[in-house]
T-cell receptor, first 113, second 118 residues
Framework: NAGVTQTPKFQVLKTGQSMTLQCAQD?????MSWYRQDPGMGLRLIHY???????DQGEVPNGYNVSRSTTEDFPLRLLSAAPSQTSVYFC????????????FGPGTRLLVL | AQKVTQAQTEISVVEKEDVTLDCVYE???????LFWYKQPPSGELVFLIR??????QNEISGRYSWNFQKSTSSFNFTITASQVVDSAVYFC???????????????FGKGTLLTVNP
């Protein structure tokens, strides 16, 4: 049971490039979320999904796309990277039952030059 | 809109001191959940506690204790006899609950950097 995994761990992009941050969980969780962490800002919700085929925007969705074709995977796409997207990105999942909490992946550190 | 305020940006203590991290929240929901997470220098997020809005009972886990007061919208975290390994950023977070009682959208505070010096 690997929990929540994220790849890559670190990535450098040039402005305008696109990339996909991968997130996978093996706990059969319905709920998955993406957060970004910036210095002094805490974590902010980008997008979330309440099940395969269902996604919605969080607090800071601009510049990011998501899709959820399977329960296990929830990739985050940057279509045209900007320096303002330099951040640490965390993926999280939860089962949705009343006593469950969110489990976080190890994070992806992204630098956009 | 939900909001979590951690007014203490940084705290520095000497080992064995007690330290309290403050958390004040705002929400219009009657049902909600409060969390504390620890982020050590290695960067991962470690879940510490989850508390629902129905349960104002304080909780103690070893050297950690939490004081939830609905009347003041606060959920403070105390570390007793701090240790160097407690050095980390601590986040307080708030979650709305959907009709099923689950939680999946966290609103985080900006975090408090705790440094415990030997």
């Amino acid at each position: 049971n690997a929990g929540v995994t994220q790849t890559p761990k670190f990535q450098v992009l040039k402005t305008g490039q696109s990339m996909t941050l991968q997130c996978a969980q093996d706990m059969n969780h319905e709920y998955m979320s993406w957060y970004r962490q910036d210095p002094g800002m805490g974590l902010r919700l980008i997008h979330y999904s309440v099940g395969a085929g269902i996604t919605d925007q969080g607090e800071v969705p601009n510049g990011y796309n998501v899709s959820r074709s399977t329960t296990e995977d929830f990739p985050l796409r940057l279509l045209s990277a900007a320096p303002s997207q330099t951040s640490v990105y965390f993926c999280a999942s939860s089962s949705g039952t009343g006593q469950e909490t969110q489990y976080f992946g190890p994070g992806t550190r992204l630098l956009v030059l | 809109a939900q909001k979590v305020t951690q007014a203490q940006t940084e705290i520095s203590v000497v080992e064995k001191e007690d330290v309290t991290l403050d958390c004040v929240y705002e929400t219009r929901d009657t049902t909600y959940y409060l969390f504390w997470y620890k982020q050590p220098p290695s960067g991962e997020l470690v879940f510490l506690i989850r508390r629902n809005s129905f349960d104002e009972q304080n909780e103690i886990s070893g050297r950690y204790s939490w004081n939830f007061q609905k009347s003041t919208s606060s959920f403070n975290f105390t570390i007793t006899a701090s240790q160097v390994v407690d050095s980390a950023v601590y986040f307080c977070a708030l979650s709305e609950a959907n009709s099923g009682g689950s939680n999946y959208k966290l609103t985080f505070g900006k975090g408090t950097l705790l440094t415990v010096n030997p």
